[in-house]
């Protein structure tokens, strides 16, 4: 059996200036990982309001690997969410609360889908994070 080396992830102070508009722009491809079940790759609308519903609340981030990042529900913990993943970040153990997607960002801070590699290594580093038992 063979291991994955999880990266240390960074925190949103360590986030590029990210884009959300108004304005229509096509679907994106996003990996979703609900509570309890399979990650999946899910198309939604590139806005913000549309993110937000598919973590049920603001959008708090987290860098995976370059332009690749996970966004949960800010206010988790708050909303008593059950956990979904406990991943590494600088020193310690983080629990992600709730349902989470990944997604990335160009250089110029828009959202773009990922690609089938991507979404092929999104899957195997959010199987790698530990679930609740």
């Given at each position: 059996?063979?291991?994955?080396?999880?990266?240390?992830?960074?925190?949103?102070?360590?986030?590029?200036?990210?884009?959300?508009?108004?304005?229509?722009?096509?679907?994106?491809r996003?990996?979703?990982?609900?509570?309890?079940?399979?990650?999946?790759?899910?198309?939604?609308?590139?806005?913000?309001?549309?993110?937000?519903?598919?973590?049920?609340?603001?959008?708090?981030?987290?860098?995976?690997?370059?332009?690749?990042?996970?966004?949960?529900?800010?206010?988790?913990?708050?909303?008593?969410?059950?956990v979904?993943?406990?991943?590494?970040?600088?020193?310690?153990?983080?629990?992600?609360?709730?349902?989470?997607?990944v997604?990335?960002?160009?250089?110029?801070?828009?959202?773009?889908?990922?690609?089938?590699?991507?979404?092929?290594?999104?899957?195997?580093?959010?199987?790698?994070?530990?679930?609740?038992?």
């Amino acid at each position: 059996m063979s291991t994955i080396q999880l990266p240390q992830l960074k925190f949103t102070d360590q986030l590029p200036q990210l884009k959300f508009t108004d304005a229509p722009r096509p679907p994106v491809r996003v990996l979703f990982v609900p509570v309890g079940r399979a990650p999946a790759p899910r198309m939604v609308e590139d806005n913000l309001e549309a993110m937000q519903a598919l973590v049920g609340g603001y959008l708090d981030a987290v860098i995976l690997s370059g332009r690749i990042i996970l966004f949960c529900n800010e206010d988790g913990i708050e909303q008593g969410l059950p956990v979904n993943r406990t991943v590494p970040a600088r020193s310690e153990h983080v629990e992600i609360r709730g349902d989470f997607f990944v997604t990335r960002f160009d250089a110029d801070g828009n959202s773009v889908s990922l690609t089938d590699v991507e979404i092929v290594d999104s899957i195997r580093m959010v199987t790698a994070c530990r679930s609740p038992r």
